[in-house]
């Protein structure tokens, strides 16, 4: 490759160097960084799980499968992290699949298409590490899986064989099976109750996939910290190596509050930037899940009042 | 020439009774009234020297403005102030004075120093509540210069270089610009209408400035020169916390002091009916000696905690946090425990906090810092019940920048090396300045290296124009 042409202060003047292009035209487009993040497109996959399209081209055009976003609805929202779920690079936006289940959650589902984000910030944290794996199950739990589809998808485009577990409480929750179908060399659906796919857990299913002579380069778990712990449990038995996506309470996302630590191998990790992917057998989950609970009855009672809220305004 | 005000003491601040502030978020300190201020002004002896001037690390002409002031010609005052600080209502607040400009007073040889601090204050407060001279943004000279981090030094930096003609674009990971002006510092010491005012002032300036920006992530310093920015300035602050490493730090209710500051301050916990979820304590540990220590101990107060204590591995005289923060601390009930060090957290069934076991600690021998060295004493262990622990022991630079930015160079720190004074990393035209090269610092000295760095940034780029 012949030396990249720069003038004195560094500017690229190669115009096969795409990137300031890109940009410059990204800024003039939108008028500026941050006065967009528009919804585009605002679905509801179940009764509490939503799917937003969010208009944000500098995040777009970076993110990979595993990073996350921290976002505002309104001027005095807190900050929630949400992994993404897609991005497109060519109309620069991004998707996030989350659950209305707090204050926060509820205020974002309240913007409709054409409304704006207050803030968005990202992608942050690691991206997940799938280079040179060949074979995988990626297991995913609830909403969970709106995270795992992105990184099953990126190790089908990269040629590995790619298994899917997938497990919800009930029928009416699934999400995405289709999306997982059609990237998964094999494919279980597994139900608590057993009123869709197979009864049971997903724990049940990755270990009878191990039992049949499966052998995986990694395992990537992604669902709720309790099904994380008990994949890890599981695949400790046989020595697979585990991946897990971590999200505990955080406010920055950058490194700065410290309260996404987490105790992984004895040490302490920050989730936002050490992670969000750690090695399942060294995290622990006992501790996370306590430090989880931390805000409990705080979030109840927002909840409640923010519901009592949306309720009224409804009516 | 006004008549000299020869009184040994400072002029005394208005200030809130303890037992009063010690409930609500208001500012602590009321600020001088206009003639408090003159008369105080009048103290000041104009000296040949002026020791005070070369103390302050953006060398604001002190006896100059002080001098008008008790001239009363405070648009005057404000003038000569503006020229050395952007942001002169802030230092006037949370600058260590008596280690600056003050402790260097003549005054001092008898009696108290002059209230630099003070004076700056009111100058500052007077110009934005009463006068409607705003400055005037400048020709613009075509160059452009991104600041990465829009704390104290990123601010001063853009300020300075707007000043002149550059268009300066800061780039913010928060949604809210200020740094650890807004997150750390508390309302009740800096009230956040005077910092975004004093920012507005930079944006009249045309700083333009892009929150929720996250440079290591969202951008590149690489790509920053790509879009056609000529120079870079780093302020991204040092904003990692440090943990002690002791059993019991992931138990519930122990928090860094970002944490618990940047729930109540930028998340803004402590207004009535807010939705941020904070621990509402009965009693805390704070582990630290800094002005974040002190931050913290007074906002854990105010939020109604009934005993809230300071514990410090070493003694009274080495607390290393603003004389005025120590004393304000001491009146609102903070009670201090020195030569004192945590052992560990100790916790219920449930993982919540239920006490800190410490141990006592006599004083040895001077260490690197000059100071004596904290030893355990034996046998001296003893419990503290609280359900809160706040470590606020210090905090690292962000690893994000340098680990994205090839040939940055760094520390064994993760401070990033400059070359001294202009603030020059070991990338071309990439500059760093504030925590990010010294570690937690003050606000003042990370205005003073936006400051230098500014004026290198200037002669590199105005000398390749040549």
Redesign the interface.
Known sequence: MPPRETN?????LDPT?A??CD??RW?AVTK???SMFEVLEKQALNPTVVRMTISAP??AR?AEPGQFVIL?AKA????IPLTIADFDRATGSITLIFQVMG?GTIEINSLEAGERL???????GKATDTMGLKKVCVVGGGVGCAIALPIAKKLHEQGAVVHSVVGFRTRELVILEEEFRSISDEFKLMTDDGSYGEKGLVTTALESLINAGNQYDEVIAIGPLIMMKFVSLTTKKYGVKTIVSMNPIM??G??????C???VGGE?K?AC?DGPDFDGHLV?FD?AL??G???RE??QH?RETACNLFAKEAR | MPERNMSLQKTPMPTQPAEVRNHNFEEVTLGYTWKMAASEAKRCLDCKNHPCVNACPVGIDIPGFIQRVANEDMDGAYEVLNRSTALPAICGRVCPQETQCEGMCVRKAKGDSVGIGRLERFVADWHREHSDVQPQPSVPNGHKVAVIGAGPSGLTCAGDLAKIGYKVTVFEALHVAGGVLVYGIPEFRLPKDIVRKEIDGLKTLGVEIQTDVVIGRTLTVDELFEMGYEAVFIGSGAGLPRFMSIPGESLKGVYSANEYLTRINLMKAYLPGSRTPIQRSHAVAVVGGGNVAMDAARCAKRLGAERVYIVYRRGMEELPARLEEIEHAQEEGVIFRTLVNPAAVLGDEKGWVTSIKCVEMGLGEPDASGRRRPIEIEGSEFTLDVDTVIMAIGTQPNPLIHRTTEGLDTDRHGCIITNGEDGLTSRPHVYAGGDTVTGAATVILAMGAGKHAASAIHKEIMGSEG
């Open positions: 004195r202060v560094g500017i690229c160097k990137v300031r940009i410059i800024i500026g960084i941050t500098l995040i970076k505002r005095d929202s807190e900050r204050a207050q803030d968005l910030v990202g992608p942050l406010i920055d950058t490194g700065m509050c410290g309260g630590r987490l105790t302490t920050f930037v622990d501790e306590r430090r609970e931390m805000y705080f979030e927002e």
